[in-house]
């Protein structure tokens, strides 16, 4: 490991036994976060985690480096307020969306309404009240949002663990989506949106507190 360059780090497919078989971008960062190698390290939400080791293994072999230097910016974001799950989701959904496959649109489409829902009741808003971004791409593909309407409206069934299995599922979808559609950038499309699913992570980070402020003692003397 002392052989291992990370000042321009060459990023690889897929998991790795150690650095001399190849690296990820998330076993670059339990490297720097001095944790053991892993590519499930707990410096770093497992959400965003999971966006960053598809976005990985999505982006081709020539676009890969420039994800590099994104690492570091991963380590330490591991908030727990229940509103990262569906906004980071929800964030990859919407790059993915407009450009995926209609078969992915339906899938995607269903998570992103049910993610809304989520934060709706978190925010204490109404069922219906969408983010003004998702209904922009939901409005983007209107054969795919009336079925998801649809299919959630009549669904009896309980709401799936959305943290633990709709959302990984959804942004594993999202990511393979935009590198098999037919654009021109797939690679860029898919680091702006690793660039933004860090982002919104960051937002949910708690703010450190602030640092005590020194006593202060007043000076009494005494004439005799």
Not at 134 to 142: G, I, K, M, Y
Not at 155 to 183: L, M, Y
Request: charged residues 20%; proline residues 10%; glycine residues 4%.
């Amino acid at each position: 490991m002392n052989n291992l360059d990370l000042s321009v780090p060459v990023l690889s497919r897929g998991k790795h036994r150690s650095p001399r078989k190849g690296a990820c971008f998330m076993e670059f960062a339990s490297y720097l976060a001095g944790e053991p190698w892993s590519d499930h390290p707990s410096c770093t939400h497992p959400l965003l985690a999971g966006v960053a080791r598809d976005v990985n293994d999505c982006t081709t072999d020539s676009g890969r480096s420039r994800l590099a230097p994104l690492i570091p910016s991963v380590i330490g974001l591991t908030p727990d307020d229940p509103h990262v799950v569906p906004r980071v989701t929800a964030r990859c959904i919407q790059h993915a969306l407009p450009v995926v496959s209609q078969e992915r649109q339906y899938i995607l489409a269903v998570a992103l309404l049910v993610g809304e829902k989520q934060l709706a009741l978190l925010d204490g808003r109404a069922p219906d009240d969408i983010e003004p971004a998702s209904l922009a791409v939901l409005e983007a593909v209107p054969s795919a949002t009336k079925w998801a309407r649809s299919f959630t409206a009549r669904s009896r069934r309980a709401t799936p663990d959305f943290a633990r299995r709709t959302a990984p599922r959804a942004v594993s979808c999202a990511v393979e989506g935009i590198s098999q559609a037919c654009v021109p950038d797939p690679d860029d499309r898919l680091y702006h949106l690793l660039l933004d699913a860090i982002a919104e992570t960051k937002a949910w980070v708690p703010a450190p507190a602030p640092a005590a402020e020194p006593v202060t003692r007043e000076v009494v003397r005494f004439t005799v």
